[in-house]
């Protein structure tokens, strides 16, 4: 039987990955694969494209080649729209479509100077998912599109539906240095890592949204007394209470 529940589990994380872009940002900080590398302009890197930033960054290095590999498809069609855009369009432009995730104008730009830019696969992916970009609709930015930004879309509605401590948040952001960031998530972390998000966390859809196979998540709760909220909160406690926000645009 549970043999079978496994075949299924994996059935449903295929059907994500293999249907859908799952991630519209890296989440892994190049700076430290940068340092580690130690890049040289003949250097030649094979990596894994997953949203592309990482791949982009790492060309500040000059590096002779890198390769980007990717089993999703979608992954690759975003860092050729990435680089189609880093060709043709201003910084602003730029910026809107991936600081902001839309742009006011953007089927002119993806029509006129993007599009012409793609290979076919591309092209045929980005053609059928225009509203990641328009700016339309409930979710606005591409930052809330991809299976991995439909959990930080859900993540953010559940945030507003607690203006308070989405207000606390907010301050946390806006903490002036590390002592006081770290009084602050004090008060935050046993709110947000609450029963409720322990559950949601816990079920592998959520982990299949973000990327996380039934391999990994039963990692977690080999490693982990609380499982996946276990890992959560170890990460959280790291980012929050050791590295300034103010230094990690990941957050
Ligand atoms: C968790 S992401 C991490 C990637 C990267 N480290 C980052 O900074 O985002 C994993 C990526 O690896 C891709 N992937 C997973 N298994 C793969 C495989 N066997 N071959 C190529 N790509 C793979 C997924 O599609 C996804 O884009």
Known sequence: MTKKIDQIQDWVFRQIHNRHLVYNTCWEDPRCDRQMLQLERDSEIVMITSAGCNAL?????????????????????LLELKKAALRQLKHNDLFLLFGKGWHPNWSEIYTGQ???????????????????????????????????????????QYLKSRPKLHRQIREMFEAGSLEEQVRLYGQIEGKVLNRLIQWVVNQHI??????????QRALFFDQHEDGVLGYIKRSMRQVFTQLPLKDNYFW
């Open 57 to 77: 960054e790492y060309l500040l290095d000059e590096p002779a080649r890198i390769h980007c590999i990717d089993v999703n498809p979608r992954q690759n069609a």
């Open 206 to 215: 959520t982990l299949y949204a973000v990327g996380v196979p039934r391999s």
């Open 114 to 156: 993007l599009r012409p830019l793609l290979p076919d696969y591309a092209r045929a992916y980005w053609d059928s998912h225009q509203q990641y970009f328009n700016g339309q609709g409930l979710r606005k930015s591409f930052y809330y599109y991809g299976s991995s930004g439909s959990v930080a879309w859900w993540a953010r």
